[in-house]
């Protein structure tokens, strides 16, 4: 085997410690680890990961990548509106929600909106653009992406 896929990641073995890690564990890599760790907040590095990690994901629509979402509890995304040339999704519970504002007043959910991008590029076999235009720790009311066409 060269390579790992997605499917790899679901084989688990662990007899004590389960299948989960806490979500402070998650957020340390993605804020501390990449955004604060690399240059320039790592934007370009953590638009590379998060394209990569939505080729790798088996989902053959928009609603299972949504489901998907769910289920790996990043946050729990709805449409909330839709056109020929743009979709906008709305993240509740967020895995951001609840982290403080930062002085310099920047969304956090980059990494999540390059996996879509990654995942829908490859649903649609083209290149696509995924912005977040609302994040919880800038204080609104949710994070939001919006998805170019
Ligand atoms: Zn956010």
Do not use: W
């Not at 790992?4 to 688990?12: P, R």
């Not at 956090?108 to 996996?115: P, Y």
């Not at 879509?116 to 994070?143: F, P, Q, Y």
């Amino acid at each position: 085997m060269q390579n790992y896929t997605f499917e790899d990641m679901k084989q688990i073995d662990r007899s004590q410690l389960g299948n989960m890690v806490p979500l402070e564990l998650f957020r340390t890599i993605r804020l501390i680890g990449l955004n604060q760790g690399l240059p320039l907040g790592g934007k370009s590095t953590t638009a590379t990961i998060g394209r990569k990690i939505g080729h790798s994901l088996p989902v053959q629509s928009i609603e299972e990548l949504l489901e998907l979402f769910e289920e790996l509890k990043i946050g729990i995304p709805r449409i909330v509106y839709r056109d020929e040339q743009r979709i906008n999704i709305a993240v509740d519970d967020c895995f951001c929600k609840g982290l403080p504002t930062l002085e310099e007043e920047k969304m956090v959910c980059d990494l999540e909106g390059a996996i879509m991008e990654g995942a829908l590029s490859k649903l649609l076999d083209r290149r696509i653009t995924v912005r977040e235009i609302k994040c919880n720790v800038i204080g609104d009311e949710h994070c939001e992406y919006e998805i170019r066409l």
